[in-house]
């Protein structure tokens, strides 16, 4: 109730799901015998805003030179983020930045932005649509 109060709900849902996500992240990196490189990571910044705002997208981890298509899944269903699909491709350090603004269509709740690369890396990041504000009369 304590944290509630102080945070908000949609806050500690999202300290919520970096704490899961951490928790994943580890537990892939431990060594396996012809276990490939960590997990790729991605971050949304900000991670909340209105529809229609701008949002910097970073992804980490990916394989040089990889393809990689970005989309935020909604109900289930991925979906583009802009009017053309976002394919970027890793530099030689498997990263990728773009910039994309959150579809003016989504509704207020907690989505996911995947990145998906076409050598099988994927990496997910929480995005959370704010309600737009009531105008006043």
Same mark, same amino acid.
């Given at each position: 109730? $304590? !944290?509630?109060?102080? =945070? ?5 849902? *999202?300290?919520?799901?970096? !704490?899961v996500?951490?928790? *994943?992240?580890? +537990?892939? !990196?431990?060594e ?6 960590? +997990? ?6 900000p991670?909340?805003?209105?529809? &229609? ?12 030179? /990889?393809?990689? /298509?970005?989309?935020?899944?909604? @109900?289930?269903?991925?979906? /583009? =983020?802009? %009017? +053309?699909?976002?394919?970027?491709e890793?530099? %030689? ?7 994309s &603004? ?8 907690? $989505? ?5 690369g @076409? ?6 990041a929480?995005? /959370?649509? %704010?309600?737009?504000? %009531?105008?006043?009369?």
């Amino acid at each position: 109730m $304590y !944290l509630s109060s102080r =945070l908000g709900t949609g806050k500690i849902i *999202l300290a919520f799901f970096f !704490l899961v996500a951490g928790m *994943l992240s580890c +537990a892939g !990196l431990q060594e396996k015998p012809g276990a490939s490189a960590p +997990a790729a990571t991605l971050v949304v910044t900000p991670v909340t805003g209105l529809p &229609g705002a701008v949002t910097t997208i970073r992804g980490s981890g990916f394989i040089p030179g /990889e393809k990689i /298509e970005v989309v935020m899944v909604i @109900d289930g269903v991925p979906t /583009e =983020l802009g %009017e +053309a699909p976002i394919v970027k491709e890793a530099n %030689e350090m498997g990263a990728f930045k773009t910039i994309s &603004g959150i579809p003016i269509t989504a509704n207020p709740g907690m $989505y996911s932005v995947k990145a998906t690369g @076409d050598k099988g890396t994927m990496a997910v990041a929480p995005l /959370e649509v %704010e309600k737009k504000p %009531e105008k006043k009369k």
